[in-house]
């Protein structure tokens, strides 16, 4: 069905508040500088046991490695439409508060149609408030993967989204409340099929990032006006894995850029990253797993600035982890779990992806120490015998809690990260061989390798 204004009834925008000036971003001028980061997503794993379609939180202060909030559960979930979200976006909007959008879907059945976004309002992302969906069109398609912006030229705002009037397309709404919006007009419609669009604003250009779905990267357009159907591609495409989508523009607080994308091929759930010191360049710099690390399970989401009063306000609202995870530093994309009983390092993402999350409690053998205890075996602690590393039962001895009693020290091989003497064999260290764990004898001269096998970030 083509995309006309009669077939659209939702109701006109009303322009008062920007002809009133309500709309001049008076308090974002005059607000805290934004010295950290907040993140909305939803999470799935490969076979699904982690599967979550609220709204989760994570915050960061560097903007690569993020804390999830609540423990990692959503803080909200709609209670309309399909009762579910995908690809959640948060917006700062003109007076400092926030709000957020996303796709009215649960689950993955692409098939499905919905006219509708999810909405909600926030003061400072320690509550959500005035839930409400607003619809977007009437045609029988999706709205998928909303983005938003100012549209100064309009003092409106711009809410762009994936949908298909033949093929797949970009749409854009206009308004300046989030409750009522304009006819829906074509935004992007290249000669391809165009997914996941991000759009930002930077100085008097604006960028949208998307995903092309003939050759499946992901590539930046950019116009001088922000105008429906003015936007020229600039950058050659992107990708990293197998396969990539849902492109996510970061500014960082210290005037940079960085570019996430969603891998979903051959696993499930992974995210990739580039940056850059300036958008309107075609110079994206892939960055390794080792300077990054997304909340778990984390799905197409968004980033923000935000302020350390905001940042202090998320985690006393919703409270940090009590479980961390092992990263390797020479294998970043690998973390240390149980299987089997084995203790190794595997390729994230996996599933059951508890067998990753430790308790680390004060050590067994010596509370100056630490021990893993297993979040999905509770009782069951990382303990070495013979030398090599697995999950068993406290059987209460001595010579378990000293087995799986380690010291944190400084990364053998990275000082910023951290390595774990053994309690009982003092010359040796928590390390991975081919990709199982063991403590080995090693000290500041041991190989590079070595030193590095031994090597951790402790995240969340």
């Given at each position: 069905?083509?995309?006309?204004?009669?077939a659209?009834?939702?109701?006109?925008?009303?322009?008062a508040a920007?002809?009133?000036g309500?709309?001049?971003?008076?308090?974002?001028?005059?607000?805290?500088?934004?010295?950290?980061?907040?993140?909305?997503y939803?999470?799935?794993?490969?076979?699904?046991?982690?599967?979550?379609?609220?709204?989760?939180?994570?915050v960061?202060r560097?903007?690569?490695?993020?804390t999830p909030?609540?423990?990692?559960?959503?803080v909200?979930t709609?209670?309309?439409?399909?009762l579910g979200?995908?690809?959640p976006?948060?917006?700062?909007?003109?007076?400092?508060?926030?709000?957020?959008l996303?796709?009215d879907?649960?689950?993955t059945?692409?098939?499905l149609?919905?006219?509708?976004?999810?909405v909600?309002?926030?003061?400072?992302?320690?509550?959500f408030t005035?839930y409400?969906?607003?619809?977007?069109?009437?045609?029988?398609?999706?709205?998928w993967?909303?983005?938003?912006?100012?549209?100064?030229?309009?003092g409106?705002?711009?809410?762009?989204?994936?949908a298909?009037?033949?093929?797949?397309?970009?749409?854009?709404?206009?308004?300046?409340?989030?409750?009522?919006?304009s006819?829906?007009?074509?935004?992007?419609?290249?000669?391809?099929?165009?997914?996941?669009?991000?759009?930002?604003?930077d100085?008097?250009?604006t960028y949208?990032y998307?995903?092309?779905?003939d050759?499946?990267?992901?590539?930046?357009?950019?116009?001088?006006?922000?105008?429906?159907?003015?936007f020229?591609?600039?950058?050659?495409?992107?990708?990293?894995?197998?396969?990539?989508?849902?492109?996510l523009?970061?500014?960082?607080?210290?005037?940079?850029?960085?570019?996430?994308?969603d891998?979903?091929?051959?696993?499930?759930n992974?995210?990739?990253?580039?940056?850059?010191?300036?958008?309107?360049?075609?110079?994206?710099t892939?960055?390794?797993?080792?300077?990054?690390?997304?909340?778990?399970?984390?799905?197409?989401?968004?980033?923000?600035?935000?302020?350390?009063a905001?940042?202090?306000g998320?985690?006393?609202?919703?409270g940090?982890?009590?479980w961390?995870?092992?990263?390797?530093?020479?294998l970043?994309?690998?973390y240390?779990?149980?299987?089997?009983?084995?203790?190794?390092?595997?390729?994230?993402?996996?599933?059951?992806y508890?067998?990753?999350?430790?308790?680390?409690?004060?050590?067994?053998?010596?509370?100056a120490?630490?021990?893993?205890?297993?979040?999905?075996?509770?009782?069951?602690y990382?303990?070495?015998?013979?030398?090599?590393?697995?999950?068993d039962p406290?059987?209460?001895?001595?010579?378990?809690?000293?087995?799986?009693?380690f010291?944190?020290t400084?990364?053998l091989?990275?000082s910023?990260?951290?390595s774990?003497?053994?309690?009982?064999?003092?010359?040796?260290?928590?390390?991975?061989?081919?990709?199982?764990?063991r403590?080995?004898?090693?000290?500041?001269g041991?190989?590079a390798?070595d030193?590095?096998?031994a090597?951790?970030?402790?995240t969340?």
């Amino acid at each position: 069905m083509p995309l006309t204004r009669r077939a659209f009834t939702v109701g006109a925008l009303s322009a008062a508040a920007a002809a009133s000036g309500a709309l001049s971003l008076p308090r974002a001028a005059l607000a805290a500088p934004n010295t950290a980061y907040a993140m909305v997503y939803f999470t799935e794993t490969p076979n699904g046991l982690g599967a979550d379609y609220g709204l989760h939180l994570a915050v960061s202060r560097d903007g690569l490695n993020w804390t999830p909030l609540n423990q990692n559960n959503p803080v909200v979930t709609p209670t309309a439409g399909q009762l579910g979200l995908r690809d959640p976006f948060v917006l700062r909007k003109s007076d400092g508060t926030f709000v957020v959008l996303a796709t009215d879907l649960k689950g993955t059945n692409w098939g499905l149609t919905s006219q509708y976004l999810h909405v909600w309002d926030s003061a400072d992302l320690t509550a959500f408030t005035g839930y409400r969906r607003i619809r977007m069109h009437t045609l029988d398609t999706h709205t998928w993967a909303p983005t938003a912006f100012w549209d100064a030229a309009r003092g409106q705002y711009a809410v762009v989204y994936s949908a298909n009037n033949g093929r797949d397309v970009l749409f854009v709404n206009y308004t300046s409340d989030f409750r009522t919006v304009s006819a829906p007009q074509v935004y992007f419609s290249p000669n391809f099929g165009v997914l996941d669009g991000d759009v930002v604003v930077d100085g008097g250009t604006t960028y949208l990032y998307y995903k092309n779905l003939d050759d499946g990267y992901l590539y930046g357009a950019r116009s001088t006006t922000g105008a429906p159907n003015s936007f020229t591609t600039y950058t050659s495409g992107l990708r990293q894995g197998n396969a990539i989508e849902a492109p996510l523009l970061l500014r960082t607080n210290e005037g940079g850029w960085r570019l996430w994308g969603d891998s979903f091929s051959p696993v499930n759930n992974d995210y990739y990253a580039w940056s850059t010191t300036s958008i309107s360049g075609n110079s994206w710099t892939p960055l390794n797993q080792r300077d990054y690390t997304p909340p778990l399970n984390s799905k197409h989401g968004s980033m923000i600035g935000i302020s350390d009063a905001e940042y202090a306000g998320m985690v006393n609202r919703w409270g940090t982890p009590n479980w961390v995870r092992l990263k390797s530093s020479n294998l970043p994309d690998r973390y240390v779990r149980h299987a089997d009983r084995i203790a190794r390092v595997d390729t994230y993402p996996f599933d059951p992806y508890q067998d990753q999350m430790w308790r680390m409690v004060p050590g067994l053998a010596d509370s100056a120490g630490v021990s893993f205890e297993s979040v999905n075996y509770p009782g069951n602690y990382l303990r070495h015998y013979d030398y090599a590393v697995r999950l068993d039962p406290n059987d209460g001895s001595a010579t378990f809690r000293a087995d799986a009693t380690f010291h944190r020290t400084a990364g053998l091989a990275d000082s910023t990260w951290s390595s774990f003497r053994s309690h009982n064999f003092p010359t040796r260290y928590l390390r991975h061989y081919d990709y199982r764990l063991r403590i080995d004898p090693l000290d500041a001269g041991s190989p590079a390798i070595d030193r590095q096998d031994a090597t951790f970030r402790v995240t969340a």
